[in-house]
């Protein structure tokens, strides 16, 4: 792991301009509106929170992958690689990158068929149609996309580190635990160095629990208007989630989104 953030890939090169990332999803969004986007990549981000907790992989692995997939398609068209070959294929790479261990390739795709037809079967109703070959190849892929740059700073650590500052809050940390988890369902891994979205999901825990940290908020060296678009995204995703019901609309997006050529036959 790079010991410094400010001189990682990661802040060098992946912290995107939000204009960028408008421009660059330009090509999808003639056939998709926003919101329908977002909930495409909320399926897909759970999706590889299913895989991962199946695979038993640690959270933070879940997370780098989840991250991988949103930087693919922060510079691709969904319709450069299927979603559904590209969320394992990055769980692949993140538990290798996270020296979790290797995962077998036979135990990736066996863990992707049972998880689509008992988990997602709502969304397919053919079974998971990818073999060894396909992951193989599109983790070739993804590495050349992500410009070999594979050490994702995630917001976890910073949140222990401000956690020792704030003193044993249990409930506090767990909450806000759960909301960068819930914050990967947004774009602001993309836009925002790791320790401001700890501090967001920090705040907006505090609300939730009525806890009263205003003071110690205010004495933070940090941009608070950064800060604050972040709490504004999870906001966002909790208004979107109150009326959505992914079992019933996910098929009609699958349907309506952009796809990739099928290759000739030989």
């Given amino acids: 792991m790079a010991g410094n953030f400010w001189h990682s890939s990661h802040h060098q090169q992946w912290i995107l301009d939000k204009q960028d990332l408008i421009r660059e999803r330009q090509h999808d969004l003639k056939t998709l509106t926003e919101e329908e986007y977002q909930k495409i990549f909320m399926f897909f981000a759970n999706i590889i929170q299913v895989l991962g907790e199946q695979l038993k992989l640690r959270q933070q692995v879940i997370a780098t992958a989840t991250v991988y997939f949103k930087r693919f398609y922060a510079r691709n068209s969904l319709k450069c690689i299927d979603p559904l070959l590209l969320a394992p294929t990055c769980i692949l790479l993140s538990s290798k990158v996270e020296e979790f261990g290797v995962i077998s390739n036979s135990r990736l795709i066996t863990t992707c068929q049972t998880v689509i037809k008992n988990k997602f079967s709502y969304a397919y109703q053919q079974e998971f149609p990818y073999r060894t070959n396909h992951i193989l190849e599109c983790e070739f892929y993804l590495l050349e996309n992500l410009d070999c740059c594979l050490i994702v700073y995630q917001p976890y650590r910073p949140l222990l580190q401000l956690m020792q500052d704030i003193g044993q809050e249990e409930q506090l940390l767990t909450l806000t635990w759960r ?3 819930d914050s990967l369902r ?6 925002y160095p790791p320790y401001q979205i700890a501090i967001g999901c920090l705040q907006i825990a ?4 009525q806890k009263e940290l205003k003071s110690w908020f205010a004495e933070l060296n940090v941009d608070m208007d950064k800060v604050q678009e972040i709490a504004r995204a999870i906001v966002n995703l909790f208004e979107l989630w109150k009326g959505y019901d992914e079992k019933k609309e996910i098929q009609a997006l699958l349907e309506k989104m952009p796809k990739p050529k099928p290759h000739p036959q030989r």
């Fill in 179 to 181: 909301l960068i988890n």
């Fill in 186 to 191: 947004t774009d602001v891994s993309l836009l």
């Fill in 206 to 209: 505090c609300v939730i629990l």
